[in-house]
């Protein structure tokens, strides 16, 4: 079954961490870009990271250096680290893959998409 697959989400207090995890299945993503997205309440979803081979690392969303991608050595479980949250991060985090492609900011280019996780800031 191909699927992607979100992990790490929570709730956690302004100014803690978090470690989303985004696992394939199924299918293999070395030629593939993996981005996170996120989409708060009440708004537009929005594109934060994306790391693919042809196109490396890349970072749509001004975070000032809170939030890092990355990629284990199998290539299949990408991850967004991400420090000093705020409020304002609150929303359903969503990870997905274009299959064969670089990296991009548009949603509408991702071929398949994880469930979800969701991250609660508050106090």
């Avoid at 790490?8 to 299945?25: E, F, H, I, K, Y």
């Avoid at 790391?51 to 050595?73: P, V």
Wanted: aromatic fraction near 10%; hydrophobic fraction near 30%; include cysteine.
């Amino acid at each position: 079954q191909v699927q992607l697959v979100e992990s790490g989400g929570g709730l956690v207090q302004p100014g803690g961490s978090l470690r989303l995890s985004c696992t394939a299945s199924g299918f293999t993503v070395e030629r593939d870009a993996i981005a996170w997205f996120r989409q708060a309440p009440g708004k537009e979803r929005e594109a934060i990271s994306c790391i693919g081979t042809t196109t490396g690392t890349m970072y749509f969303l001004i975070t000032g250096g809170r939030f890092t991608i990355s990629a284990d050595n199998n290539g299949n479980t990408v991850h967004l680290q991400m420090s000093a949250l705020e409020p304002d991060d609150t929303g359903y985090y969503y990870c997905a893959a274009r299959q064969g492609r670089g990296c991009t900011s548009s949603q509408w280019s991702y071929d398949r998409w994880g469930q979800g996780t969701q991250v609660t800031v508050s106090s």
